[in-house]
């Protein structure tokens, strides 16, 4: 019964995912993230419905974080910028993250980009 409840029941678990991440950094030292989002069945491994079956006035975020190489644990973000967009009527879409300060080039920096905690997060070296 606890799995059913969580989505591990008979009918599939419909969610928003990350598809593909791309950094470039910006003139001004900013590092801007272009996030592919899309909806997805995850017991079946398929594309699920357009709207992912949420509202429409739901909002749909893009959380990200920048950590140094060496905290393996992502437990310390120097920056963790958040882009919220409605649902509206289909998750796929391309939304843009942008670290709200400079990210050292200097510094060995990941970024952990996830849309939904119980699905993909996307590890990426940060430019």
């Known amino acids: 019964m606890a799995l059913a ?5 008979s009918e599939d678990l419909q969610l928003p995912d ?6 470039t950094r910006l003139a001004d030292g900013r590092v801007s993230l272009d996030v592919a989002v899309a909806c997805w069945r995850f017991q079946g ?8 079956g ?4 739901q909002p749909l975020c ?19 910028p958040r882009a919220c967009e409605p649902v509206g009527t ?3 879409r391309a939304m843009t993250v942008v670290s709200p300060g400079v990210v050292p080039a ?19 070296a940060s430019p």
């Open 5 to 9: 409840a969580m989505g591990c029941g």
């Open 18 to 23: 990350v598809l593909d991440v791309k950094a």
């Open 45 to 52: 491994q398929q594309p699920a419905d357009e709207d992912c």
């Open 54 to 57: 949420l509202p429409e006035d």
């Open 62 to 80: 893009v959380d990200a974080g920048w950590y140094l190489a060496t905290d393996a644990a992502f437990s310390t973000p120097l920056f963790s």
């Open 90 to 92: 289909s998750i796929r």
């Open 106 to 124: 200097e510094h060995d920096w990941r970024i952990l980009v996830q849309v939904d905690p119980r699905t993909t997060r996307f590890i990426i």
